[in-house]
């Protein structure tokens, strides 16, 4: 079926609008027309070849939530008029190890993104949701909760799980101390998101006009963490850290922050290693990990534990044509925090 979208055509050009064929629906497939789309950092490195292997013309966009317009004949969790969402994956080998524990995103076989993956019905590539529809296996499909508001849902589809499952794994609970690192588009949820585990919640930032809106967003404490001496407050202090930030920064000064046993994971991605100090971790037993999105079971459990808690993202809607210009802006910081695209502007740029 003709699908219209926004596309990159190589790593120079503006995205702009581009139409292709989406495969036709299958019996397990369930077709959505795409209502919302959440912009990720990762859509701008991907479409300017910044982590190479870029496959072009690219459609970005893995943080969608729309309408279900069709399902295949042995679709059982979805019908006709069902609000849905789909994230980062939209299949996976579903036989290894990892997937037959729900963590298709570690797939042993390669996972298939929702954009610049081969596409196993096709052979061609998938193309993400700056797009008007897409079809979708029903077993990646997720459900949104009904009372959250659907352009604020999108961005939980990445930024949501992405700090979601890190929490979940540390077993963050009640009365616990968390800090985290950076106050993005992936920070702010982890503030939201470790506030609903029950946590308290500190905000390590360098930018000073950034301590409002930490405290608004539900943060107990804000840290400047170029301040020597507020930084040595919380010496051995920590349960669990949450790191975001993807520019090249001390990650030590944080280790050194945790308890006995304490974890610091990495979701933010540095373009450059960042130097450790070993001993930072062995004095006091420390360790230091990473985290990559969550299972399309974690995934649904965060969406339902957003709608118990009434959490959705900080967002700016924007129209389609002006994707260019939030791309610009997002490499300064410049949203508070994250941009969405009502794909309704799509149907007046083409």
């Not at 700056?130 to 296996?137: C, K, M, R, T």
Request: aromatic residues 6%.
């Amino acid at each position: 079926m003709k699908t219209n979208a926004y596309a990159a055509q190589n790593a120079t050009t503006s995205l702009s609008p581009f139409s292709f064929q989406r495969r036709d629906v299958g019996q397990h497939d369930v077709q959505i027309e795409i209502l919302y789309c959440g912009v990720c950092h990762s859509d701008l490195h991907t479409v300017r070849g910044e982590w190479g292997g870029t496959t072009y013309p690219c459609v970005p966009g893995h943080e969608i939530v729309g309408r279900v317009v069709k399902v295949g004949a042995h679709v059982e969790k979805f019908k006709e008029g069902d609000t849905a969402g789909v994230g980062c994956m939209v299949d996976s080998c579903r036989t290894c190890a990892n997937c037959k524990e729900d963590l298709e995103q570690f797939c042993e076989k390669g996972t298939i993104f929702t954009y610049n993956s081969p596409e196993k019905q096709t052979g061609g590539t998938t193309f993400g949701g700056y797009s008007d529809s897409i079809v979708v296996d029903e077993a990646f499909v997720l459900h949104i909760p009904q009372n959250l508001d659907l352009a604020a849902t999108a961005p939980l589809l990445c930024a949501g799980i992405t700090t979601y499952s890190p929490l979940r794994h540390n077993n963050v609970s009640k009365g616990q101390k968390v800090g985290v690192v950076g106050l993005g588009g992936l920070g702010h949820m982890a503030v939201k998101l470790a506030k609903g585990f029950g946590a308290h919640v500190v905000v390590f930032t360098t930018s000073s006009n950034k301590v409002e809106d930490a405290l608004r967003l539900g943060a107990d404490e804000v840290v400047n963490s170029k301040n020597a001496d507020e930084m040595k407050k919380h010496l051995n202090s920590f349960h669990f850290i949450l790191d975001t930030v993807s520019a090249q920064h001390d990650i030590n000064a944080y280790l050194l922050l945790l308890k006995r046993d304490g974890n610091l994971t990495q979701v933010g991605v540095p373009a450059e290693p960042l130097p450790l100090q070993v001993g930072s971790l062995i004095f006091g037993r420390r360790s230091l990990s990473g985290s990559l999105i969550g299972g399309i079971k974690e995934t649904q459990e965060m969406l339902d534990f957003c709608g118990e808690h009434n959490i959705t993202s900080d967002i700016e809607l924007i129209p389609i044509q002006n994707i260019n210009e939030a791309y610009d802006r997002l490499l300064k910081s410049d949203v508070k925090y994250r941009f969405v695209i009502d794909m309704a502007s799509l149907k007046q740029a083409l």
